[in-house]
């Protein structure tokens, strides 16, 4: 009954979490990544925010198209940053 409750639930968060402007969202990158990979994907893509400080997880600003070239390049999972714990500075760096 748990798992099927848990089931149900299941496509509401993923609506919650799906990003409220897509030009802005969070990556969460593979763990085996590190820092200098991700930020390598996130520059060739889009320009990541100065204030972040996990490996895994970036704040990226991006152009049209930015949700499916995250995806393309390897990133495991794309979500609103409000989501994700992370604020949106309003100071990016290129």
Same mark, same amino acid.
């Given at each position: 009954? @748990?798992?099927?409750?848990?089931?149900?639930?299941?496509?509401?968060? @993923?609506? /919650?979490?799906?990003?409220? *402007?897509?030009?802005?969202?969070? %990556?969460?990158?593979?763990? +085996? +990544?590190?820092? /200098?990979?991700?930020?390598?994907?996130?520059? /060739?893509? @889009?320009?990541?925010?100065?204030?972040?400080?996990?490996?895994? %997880?970036?704040?990226?600003?991006?152009?049209?198209?930015?949700? *499916?070239?995250?995806?393309?390049?390897?990133? +495991?999972?794309?979500?609103?940053? /409000?989501?994700?714990?992370?604020?949106?500075?309003?100071? +990016?760096?290129?």
């Amino acid at each position: 009954m @748990g798992a099927a409750i848990l089931i149900s639930l299941a496509p509401a968060a @993923g609506v /919650a979490a799906q990003p409220r *402007d897509p030009h802005i969202v969070a %990556v969460v990158f593979p763990p +085996w +990544w590190t820092a /200098a990979r991700s930020d390598a994907v996130v520059s /060739a893509i @889009g320009v990541v925010s100065p204030q972040d400080s996990s490996e895994l %997880v970036r704040v990226v600003y991006g152009g049209p198209h930015l949700m *499916d070239e995250l995806k393309a390049a390897g990133a +495991w999972l794309i979500v609103d940053p /409000a989501v994700a714990g992370c604020l949106t500075p309003g100071n +990016w760096t290129s």
